[in-house]
């Protein structure tokens, strides 16, 4: 299945100067009918593709699938998010309509901030602003790191570097090393190859004691030498 770049890894609600920047509670106990908090379960759909855009979401905790449906049905898993991440921005740029589908992966909460009110606060919130800048560039790095992944690499190493994406390996503000629930078929969604595929390199992974199954998939971060390997 064809692979569409994804955007931002997982990023769990932490305790980092950046997350404190921003207290989505804060700003919600402020508010008016223009934003509101909405509880998802696993695997309802936040919005679907070719809703009206009217909002923006920030996801406090959970997990969502962001993903797209070509003209015959196919669908391909554009990102992974977690808590901290903003979603359905595209509103911002003038969309009607939502180019994608946002689906819950496990229990999560979502603020919905309607568009105009997010036009307000961007300009009255600087730790608002700022957050989401450094989210919309995180966001247009990974893609290009992504383009460069999908176009060079094999799908060993592609799995391999989203798999310590998602585990978000590096962030040392941030909880690491445990996976939320996902199919083999969305992984193979995502690195642009098949569920066999995938199948026989997380077995492999497990073998050599990159991952394990211990209540959830857990990475251990010597599976960067697969990334690294030439």
């Known amino acids: 299945m064809r692979r569409i770049a994804s955007s931002s890894s997982i990023k769990p609600k932490g305790k980092s100067t950046e ?17 509101k908090v909405k509880e998802f379960k696993s695997p309802e759909a936040i919005y679907a593709q070719g809703d009206a855009a009217g909002s923006v979401m920030y996801l406090q905790t959970g997990g969502v699938k962001l993903s797209v449906l070509n003209e015959v ?24 309509v939502r180019m994608g589908t946002a689906t819950a992966i496990v229990p999560s909460t979502v603020l919905v901030i309607e568009k105009s009110e997010m036009f307000k606060v961007l300009h009255a919130e600087h730790g608002l602003s700022d957050l ?3 989210f919309m560039l995180a966001r247009n790095i990974r ?13 060993e190493k592609r799995l391999a570097r989203t798999l310590l994406l998602l585990a978000r390996y590096g962030k040392q503000d941030q909880p690491h090393g445990v996976l939320p629930k996902m199919s083999q078929e969305t992984l193979a969604e995502m690195i642009g190859t098949t569920r066999s595929r995938v199948n026989f390199f997380m077995n492999k992974f497990r073998k050599l004691g990159f991952i394990k199954y211990n209540g959830g998939l857990q990475i251990n971060t010597s599976l960067l030498s697969v990334v690294l390997h030439e």
């Open 19 to 35: 997350k404190l920047a921003f207290d989505a509670q804060t700003f919600l106990d402020s508010a008016g009918v223009a934003r």
């Open 132 to 134: 989401f800048i450094k």
């Open 73 to 96: 049905g196919r669908e391909a898993v554009v990102a992974i998010l977690g808590a901290g991440d903003f979603f359905g921005e595209g509103s911002l740029a003038g969309q009607p």
């Open 143 to 155: 893609i290009e790191a992504d383009l460069v992944d999908q176009l060079f690499n094999s799908s």
